[in-house]
């Protein structure tokens, strides 16, 4: 039976932290608040993890289009090719926030997804999922938890995400109401920014 732990988000509990990075490091899978919607993952470097979520959202692994979430800027260039400046400064000034950030992936991506050429890039502005990450040494692969209901797209309480998702997944972790907006997600593979899906993150940092 999976656990279902509150981390407050203005200080996150290090112990609680600490517990769900155990899980992690053993394959398990989580779902954790971020700034936009609940999201569902697992640890980039544990391959019947990956497995185990794309089953869930019913992708095969390789053509699955999961993003990577990182707790600041620095573990770019272990996944993307280098960006020009101009690219770079639009992450910094809108990250961490409400983006996700589909960039060239470099050689040194896992085993699983040297086939991508692009790999999308969160640095949510939430303290449990940054600090979860940074705790964990690297960054958890990703995905949104989506709802049947076609008018809600998104479940915002922590309380029905685990009475629906619970028997999936390892730990839930109650970081109070999620948002039912989705990130703003912007393709800079081509050199210059294509907004794919206008989210939650403004386009005034363009």
Known sequence: MSEFIKIYN??????????????????????????TVYGLGCD???????????????VKLDKAKFSFICDNLSHLSDYVKQLDSGTFKIL?????????????????????????????????????????????????VSTSIR???????????????FEKWGKLVDIVIDGGYGDNQASTIIDFTE????VIREGKGSLDIL
């Open 92 to 140: 910094k000034r809108a990250l961490p926030g409400p983006y996700t950030f589909i960039l060239p992936g470099s050689n040194n991506l896992p085993k699983v997804f040297k086939k991508k050429k692009t790999v999308g890039i969160r640095i949510p502005d939430n303290n449990i999922i940054r600090t979860l990450v940074e705790s964990l040494g690297n960054p958890i």
């Open 191 to 194: 050199g210059y920014p294509e």
């Open 147 to 161: 709802d049947d209901d076609e008018i809600l797209e998104y479940t915002t309480d922590p309380e029905l995400i």
């Open 10 to 35: 203005e200080n996150p509990n290090q112990k609680a932290i600490d517990k769900v990075v155990a899980v992690l490091k053993r394959g398990g899978l989580v779902i954790y608040p971020t700034d």
């Open 44 to 58: 980039i470097t544990n391959n019947k993890a990956l497995e185990k979520i794309a089953q869930i959202k019913g």
